[in-house]
Every structure is written in structure tokens, then in C-alpha cells.
């Protein structure tokens, strides 16, 4: 079954800190691996699309990295700021250019001032 | 652009009633799919819609149906309400370009519930 897990469920962090945050899948044969954000009741904004002959992803703060073999991913967030407080959510693509994302509960984060 | 737009926002419902959401997709994207997403959870796949035909579908039952219309844009009905229904509804397009990087964008969400 393919499965996919996000550890920690929640972080909270002093604004300024760098941090990492996780997600593992079961099945390496994925085509691609999303990182979304979610406010409260608000819908997904994609944040990295990492393919799945890439490495790594960068977009500004934002560091995503993908390792296959292992069936991991981390985003890395520089500097935090009280405005990244979200909940970040994985989600793998196991089916190519139709293929339907498979996601993970989320890590909730929240930067404290 | 126009980005994904979804209506309505929220929608309270009575149990055993149906009911349709409303997706339109970003500008030039064909592929719609719908997602069901309950509190503290992850989105689940419910179906998708490429071209105006089903093109896969998760483990919902068939009460839950939909259409892509022309234009691209999507409907999701539910029949026969349930309370576990209640949910927020998410609606993403795509494009098939390529098959690696077909990055998929996200709707604000109908947000259902059913009393």
C-alpha cells in the first residue's frame, strides 16, 4: 500500500530558527513529490514540485530535497517568521501526468514571536 | 491567470440530501481532480476528470459522481448525504505537459456540512 507519513505532526519554534521538516513514502516509484501550505480552512497552496530525477528544489526560504532510494523528503525552512505559521503538507504522485497526489497528515507549525 | 475557483464557499446540508460543488480550473488546464479532505486530515483522492472523461477514481462509493464540462470546468455531486460527509471538498487542475512535472493547483475549498 503506498502510503505516506509527515513526522513531526507539530513544531513549534522561535521566529529566526531554521528548521526541517519531514515526510517518508513507502513506494519509491513515484513521478513527482509536491509540498503544499494550508491555512485554516483554506485550500493548498503549492509551494516546491520536486520531479523525481531531481535532487532538490529552492524557492527563496524554502529548501526541498527528495531521496528516493530512501523514501524520504524534507522542505527546510530558513529564518522562520510568525507568517510561515501553517500547516505543510506532503503529497507524492505515483501516477505521472494523470496520476492523483497521495498526501500525508501534515506537520502544523507555528513560529512564535 | 485565473487561478482555481470553487464554489460555493460553505454549504450545510441535511442528512440523506444531495448536493453539487462547483470547480473551475486555472486557465488552459485540462485535468480536474477533487479531493476530500476531513479535520486533522489529509486530502483523499476522489476522483478525476481529463478531457470530460472519469480517468481514475479513489475508494469513494458511487453516490459520489461528477462531469467535466468543455470548458474544463468540474462538478461534484453527492447523493443521499452522510454525516461523515462533512468535509472540506478541494478541487485541483492541471496540465498534461509532462508526465514528471504536472504541478497540481488548488482551489479555496468548499467546505460541507451535513447536520
Known amino acids: 500500500k503506498q502510503e505516506v507519513t509527515q513526522i513531526p505532526a507539530a513544531l513549534s519554534v522561535p521566529e529566526g530558527e531554521n528548521l526541517v521538516l519531514n515526510c517518508s513514502f513507502t513506494d519509491s516509484a513515484i513521478y513527482n513529490l509536491q509540498w503544499f501550505r494550508q491555512d485554516p480552512g483554506k485550500g493548498l497552496t503549492s509551494l516546491l514540485l520536486i520531479q523525481s530525477s531531481q535532487r532538490e528544489q529552492t524557492s527563496g526560504r524554502l529548501n526541498a530535497s527528495l531521496d528516493k532510494s530512501s523514501g524520504r523528503s524534507t522542505l527546510y525552512i530558513a529564518a522562520s517568521q510568525p507568517g510561515d505559521s501553517a500547516t505543510y503538507l506532503c503529497?507524492?504522485?505515483?501516477?505521472?501526468?494523470?496520476?492523483?497526489?497521495?498526501f500525508g497528515k501534515g506537520t502544523k507549525l507555528s513560529v512564535k514571536p | 491567470e485565473t487561478g482555481v475557483t470553487q464554489s460555493p464557499t460553505h454549504l450545510i446540508k441535511t442528512r440523506g440530501q444531495q448536493v453539487t460543488l462547483r470547480c473551475s480550473s486555472q486557465s488552459g488546464h485540462n485535468t480536474v481532480s477533487w479531493y476530500q479532505q476531513a479535520l486533522g486530515q489529509g486530502p483523499q483522492f476522489i476522483f478525476q476528470?481529463?478531457?470530460?472523461?472519469?480517468?481514475g477514481r479513489g475508494n469513494f462509493p458511487p453516490r459520489f459522481s461528477g462531469l467535466q464540462f468543455p470548458n474544463y470546468s468540474s462538478e461534484l455531486n453527492v447523493n443521499a448525504l452522510e454525516l461523515d460527509d462533512s468535509a472540506l471538498y478541494l478541487c485541483?487542475?492541471?496540465?498534461?505537459?509532462?508526465?514528471?512535472?504536472?504541478?497540481?493547483?488548488f482551489g479555496p475549498g468548499t467546505r460541507l456540512t451535513v447536520l
Open positions: 476528470y481529463y478531457r470530460e472523461e472519469e480517468n
Open positions: 485541483a487542475s492541471s496540465l498534461e505537459f509532462d508526465e514528471y512535472d504536472n504541478e497540481q493547483f
Open positions: 503529497a507524492v504522485n505515483y501516477g505521472g501526468s494523470q496520476g492523483n497526489l497521495i
